[in-house]
């Protein structure tokens, strides 16, 4: 077993340097990494790009980031949630680049699995296809994207064993699996370390060849950004 | 004049049993509650769950379980969870049989525009571009103008695009419209409303056939 | 819940015709799906065209098509394990398409995920780029390889339910899992179906939108190829 | 000279601490017997399985775990087993950290040869044209010479081609090659095995330098 665990966060985010490209997984705040966003606060990392489908709240998640002004560019599906994002964008303080989220996961997956581009329907005659390459198969139009190069990938799992082996829970799982591999260096954060064997071999969402690091975080806030419920009657 | 939940009420009526549904955030994630109970549906969201059931009871909410509005959810029985890039795979591969979504503008043409106003908002497109480029049938739920009086059913879009001739039906407060060969066809009325009254809110080319029934809802 | 269970595999297949494409999971004669194979071979459908990453053996598996001389071509990755293969092609009586391993799966991937084409580095330089586009990114070359298109894919799961979600076992899961959805219509047949809501939803492995019609199997015979085995001293 | 097992054993010598290996059928399979005790190595199969363990015992095969050469194996705590697409996004994404293949024919230029005879023999690429496109680091593992005496290590390969320019590393039953610069580099001999039998056994520009030392197997 080839063994990927490292003590803490500060170990498992070796390297990280200012102007880097990082990905971090998450939807919304659900399944981000938090332990390594406050990590890069607390190294105050500066001009970097970063790949992540939203851009947290203002005050969690990639929020942290952009309040601190560690962000040169952001490359999004979705950014409605977030007032000192706007703010910036529209100021020009930041540089954005929003993607079509099927493309956003697709061009992660790229990059993990060695393909340099894809042709995808999304977002052809739109804005997004100004200046790539589209072309016709069977009487449709599609755009050419290309895999994303990034150097580290930040990705949060639910159960993780020193091997790299994950476990996502839940829709905490969305862009995590698709960004492991996609980068220089894949830093994983688990709530639960489990023993090596422990993992059923036939329900490992990401074998751990895809993972350099990994490493248990604890009291996660897991913040929830839209309560919605049903009062029991 | 029909409210949100009227419009939601509306486009139930066009979810068929055995369907595959993505909701849009708004308007219709309200659709969810209005479907027949007779017929088998299952709800897909882009961030990687299908077969969601209603919110949960107060204490049982998950962070972890979520959907695209980030907004906590519960499950059904033979519910699956799955990382983005399948989730876009059911999308992008055609395996889902109904889109529902919102739109600031809707042309003539099937153009449909909703992620940005330059200048002024830009929220992204989340994962809108890939429905409306996979499609087949694809519902869009919106006010029939904005604030301000003005159409929102035009001739041409005036905003950034989101995808090129891909909407086929809209469902407004007004009415129930097709969207072909270059053309807005007035189906249906909402309850109280006038056909004067919808075309004077259409900007674009409006095709009245015949008697034109109120909505039944 | 959105109901795929049909009775038997006669059920399963219905619609199936002369000269049509299907695709066939398995990796020699492991994960194959038997008992449509068995059916094909009954109903005596003729000049199809497989998808199947291999041949089976002279008296299993797809060689048991090969056998009662049903199929027009194959599309595979490794023939090495059929004589009457190698003779029906040696002979021209089979044509046959031999696709890197890795281009097959992502073949069956892409018409499963909506992508008409990619670009692979696989195969560049040979024969099996012959009349295709290539094409250089980052300084190195690539070949355009296109999305299959089949009318049926036979899928063989562990276990599943009525929705159509499904679970593999061991390395029995290998290309069936990307066949899914890649084909007009797909059939899974399964050793067990559970009820549904039985299957954990953290750990399925192909969601029952990418199926339409499954059924369970009985008495799987799993024929071993190459039973290499250690004595116990 | 050595027989397939030597070979084998040789090439186990490459085989580093913390490396992911894929092992082609044949002679590569064999390597695994060989590999250091002190290092941690994981087998990859392409069908499907990553941290392969030895045989099982006799009457404990299970006929749904296999390798890439359909022989029943076992697993090794840690393992996984995943799909044919995430298997090669591990060959292709260049996660795998060494490849052992074998060859028919291997040419200065780092060509390829090991799927067809035209005409004659037709078995397929399986995963290699995958393997040899991607992988930087590839070991071939082959017979010097074919049954008749001709040599396998050529100028130029007469059969259709695997891959191009991929080849770095040669262990033969004769002698270990650097291939570089369009040229094999004779970098070590077979127990017992001259720089000329070497030399004669090879139709390729060999460049030998200096004394040549015997392998240490």
Not at chain 1, 48 to 75: E, H, P, R, W
Not at chain 2, 142 to 158: D, E, F, P, Q, Y
Request: net charge negative; hydrophobic share 40%; charged share 25%.
């Amino acid at each position: 077993m080839i063994n990927k665990k490292v003590n803490n966060v500060r170990d498992a985010l070796k390297g990280v340097k200012d102007g880097m490209t990082f990905m971090l997984g998450g939807f919304g705040l659900c399944g981000i990494p938090e332990k390594a966003i406050a990590e890069l606060v607390k190294l105050d990392v500066r001009n970097v790009t970063c790949i992540s489908n939203n851009a947290g709240v203002d005050d969690f998640g990639l929020g942290l980031l952009l309040k601190n002004k560690q962000i040169k560019k952001m490359i999004s599906s979705y950014v409605g949630e977030n007032e000192e994002f706007e703010r910036q964008m529209l100021s020009g303080e930041l540089e954005v680049e929003l993607t079509p989220q099927g493309t956003l996961a697709e061009k992660c997956r790229a990059a993990q699995a060695g393909f340099p581009a894809f042709y995808t329907p999304a977002g052809y005659g739109t804005e997004v296809a100004k200046g790539k390459e589209t072309r016709e198969f069977d009487g449709k139009m599609y755009v050419l994207e290309t895999a994303f190069k990034a150097d580290f990938a930040f990705i949060k799992a639910w159960k993780g064993d020193a091997a790299g082996n994950l476990v996502f829970k839940g829709t905490a799982r969305n862009f995590n699996p698709n960004m492991c591999g996609a980068a220089t260096i894949t830093v994983v954060e688990v709530e639960e370390l489990v023993p090596v064997g422990e993992l059923d071999p036939n329900n490992i969402h990401i074998p751990g060849i895809f993972v350099q690091r990994i490493f248990e975080g604890k009291n996660y806030e897991k913040r929830i950004e839209q309560r919605t419920v049903i009062q029991k009657s | 004049m029909l409210d949100k939940n009227g419009i939601a009420k509306r486009i139930a009526q066009e979810v068929q049993n055995d369907f595959y549904v993505n909701l849009g955030i708004g308007i219709p994630t309200l659709v969810a509650n209005y479907v027949r109970e007779d017929i088998e549906v299952e709800f897909q969201s882009e961030n990687g769950v299908l077969g969601m059931g209603p919110f949960p009871f107060d204490g049982e909410e998950d962070a972890d379980i979520i959907n695209a509005g980030k907004q906590t959810i519960t499950t059904m029985p033979g519910a699956s969870f799955f990382d983005s890039a399948l989730s876009f795979s059911m999308i992008r591969g055609k395996h889902v049989d109904l889109t529902i979504l919102g739109a600031m503008e809707v042309a003539q043409n099937g153009d449909i525009a909703n992620w940005k106003i330059p200048g002024k908002m830009v929220k992204g497109m989340g994962g809108a571009m890939d429905l409306v480029a996979s499609a087949e049938n694809i519902i869009v739920a919106m006010m029939h103008t904005n604030k301000r009086g003005a159409s929102k059913i035009l001739k041409k879009c005036s905003l950034p695009l989101t995808g090129v001739g891909c909407v086929t039906k809209i469902v407004t407060n007004l009415a129930v419209l097709e969207v072909k060969d270059n053309q807005f066809h007035l189906l249906e009325r909402a309850p109280g409303i006038s056909v004067k009254e919808i075309q004077e809110a259409t900007e674009g080319t409006l095709i009245v056939n015949g008697e034109i029934p109120e909505m039944n809802i």
